[in-house]
């Protein structure tokens, strides 16, 4: 085996409650709820430390620019991913649209509350699993970059964004090329 070969490293059931609660922060700050109060929960539940660059730049800026505040709210297309990958969510519902937020939302705890039984009864699915759903989307990302690239409709009446971060979050949770998350590239 090659010495310079990067191994996916697949992650652990608490590692992927805890991604799903800080992008749960990130998602709300950027829908207007106060970073002051979340960045105080997230440093009460000791999940501060689990921020990416990325998030603590958005944390620490009064107004972020629209198109950092878009990135964080099209993520919860990929905590959608990482919930259902956790069995916090049973299925996951076809990228041809928008997730239904209420379902996140009910999957979560609550703002504020403890993060402790969240954490604690996260169970990972079963690794073959999670890759087939893994490879499925990595296929329907193809098959919608292929048309894009074509200047043709995309098929199948996917949701061109829903696909890219369903894709970005079960390729995190997979732990392709051990890349953390502000680095996730869902090749295609």
Not at 22 to 41: F, M, N, P, Q, T
Not at 92 to 112: D, E
Not at 166 to 183: F, I, N, T
Request: net charge negative; aromatic share 10%.
């Amino acid at each position: 085996m090659d010495d310079d070969a990067i191994l996916d490293t697949p992650r652990t059931a608490e590692e992927i409650a805890r991604r799903a609660i800080v992008l749960y922060c990130a998602i709300a700050a950027a829908h207007g709820v106060s970073k002051d109060d979340l960045v105080e929960w997230l440093k009460e539940e000791r999940l501060w430390d689990e921020l990416t660059p990325r998030e603590l730049t958005f944390f620490a800026e009064k107004r972020n620019p629209g198109k950092e505040v878009t990135w964080m709210t099209w993520l919860v297309e990929a905590q959608v991913a990482l919930l259902w990958s956790i069995g916090k969510l049973d299925a996951l519902p076809q990228p041809t649209g928008k997730c239904n937020t209420a379902s996140v939302i009910a999957a979560m705890p609550g703002f504020f509350e403890p993060t402790s039984h969240f954490i604690e009864s996260a169970v990972l699915r079963d690794r073959q699993q999670i890759e087939r759903e893994e490879a499925g989307i990595y296929d329907i990302h193809c098959r919608v970059d292929q048309a894009t690239r074509k200047g043709k409709a995309i098929p199948d009446g996917y949701d061109r964004d829903v696909v890219f971060f369903r894709h970005y979050g079960l390729s995190w949770v997979r732990g392709y090329c051990g890349q953390p998350w502000d680095e996730v590239t869902p090749d295609t």
